[in-house]
Nanobody
Framework: QVRLVESGGGLVQPGGSLRLSCTAS????????MGWYRQAPGKQRELVAA????????NYADSVKGRFTISRINAKNTVILQMNSLKPEDTAVYYC????????????WGQGTQVTVSS
């Protein structure tokens, strides 16, 4: 059973930065693609960013382009979401996701980490 564990959430002021990490209990190369999703209160879960476990073809939600960067460290089975210039509307629970096929979301989810952007 693969486990995905997120870390790095917290409270930050508008304009600030946070770095989220997702570490898998096994090799992330067993997945085709990994992504970060978020869900704000009263809203549907949405894709924030995704990255293949090999290659560089990343994709981002329009709302975070230019501010967020997704990357991976295969040797550490870790996917990172660097979030800069945070806005109050970025407040949500952020979830790591892993997919074994082309479609997103995949079947594997982390437990989620809260990100709150507020002054």
């Amino acid at each position: 059973q693969v486990r995905l564990v997120e870390s790095g959430g917290g409270l930050v002021q508008p304009g600030g930065s946070l770095r989220l990490s997702c570490t898998a209990s096994g090799s992330i190369r067993s997945f085709y693609r990994m992504g970060w999703y978020r869900q704000a209160p009263g809203k549907q879960r949405e894709l924030v960013a995704a990255i293949p476990t090999s290659g560089t073809n990343t994709n981002y939600a329009d709302s975070v382009k230019g501010r967020f960067t997704i990357s991976r460290i295969n040797a550490k089975n870790t996917v990172i979401l660097q979030m800069n210039s945070l806005k109050p509307e970025d407040t949500a629970v952020y979830y790591c996701n892993a997919a074994t096929g082309l479609g997103l979301p995949g079947d594997y989810w982390g437990q989620g980490t809260q990100v709150t952007v507020s002054s």
